[in-house]
């Protein structure tokens, strides 16, 4: 239904804009598809955060974890089903973790040092982890993208080690976490997922 209805309005686009290319057309189809593909997720998610009593948490997990999000990258599920399940689950299982893990005194900075050496490593080797729909190419805008995935990674988990709020330190450490995870080679794999930039590398090889 999504994608009938981002077809529909591409083809509006490009009759208006006789000068956008198939490969232009294509970008601006998967713009739409993620734009209005948002709406029922967000809804849904807003919905259950609401259900379940914990829709505070929930806009808090979107704002602290967003600007990593943004930066670092991660796979993307394949259909639309799959998308508002895997969203809903996130931006709602993490507030509902982090009110019953109890991360306390040294324990919890010993977790802060492991999850944030784990993740500097997961940010070297693979952000920004791009898809095969909306590469990253460019070196420049590479090299940017993973340059603020370490800074705001980093200020997170200062704020995690400051902060003397339970939840909110934990919202953080584990959100910070799971996110590190959607980045690695290992979820691309089982996603079926495809670093763009590398797709794009080896296609130039070939035709080279």
Request: hydrophobic letters at 45%.
């Amino acid at each position: 239904m999504i994608d009938k209805f981002c077809e529909f309005l591409t083809n509006r686009i490009r009759k208006k804009m006789p000068e956008i290319d198939d490969e232009k057309a294509e970008i601006i189809h998967y713009g739409l598809q993620n734009i209005i593909g948002e709406l029922p997720k967000t809804f849904l998610v807003i919905v259950i955060a609401y259900l379940l009593g914990i829709w505070k948490e929930t806009l808090l997990t979107f704002l602290l974890l967003i600007p990593y999000k943004n930066a670092s990258g991660g796979f993307h599920l394949k259909t639309h089903l799959g998308c508002i399940l895997g969203t809903t689950i996130f931006f709602c299982g993490i507030p509902i973790l982090a009110k019953i893990v109890f991360l306390n005194g040294i324990f919890k900075y010993i977790v802060i040092a492991s999850i944030w050496t784990f993740g500097m490593c997961m940010i070297k080797l693979y952000a920004p982890a791009d898809t095969e729909n909306l590469p990253i190419l460019r070196k420049k805008d590479r090299r940017k993208q993973q340059m603020i995935s370490y800074i705001t990674f980093t200020i997170g988990f200062i704020i995690a080690g400051i902060v003397n709020h339970q939840v909110i330190s934990n919202i953080i450490i584990l959100g910070y976490f799971l996110q590190s995870l959607t980045i690695t080679k290992l979820a691309y794999r089982l996603t079926n997922n495809k670093y763009g930039y590398e797709v794009y590398e080896n296609a130039s090889m070939q035709n080279a």
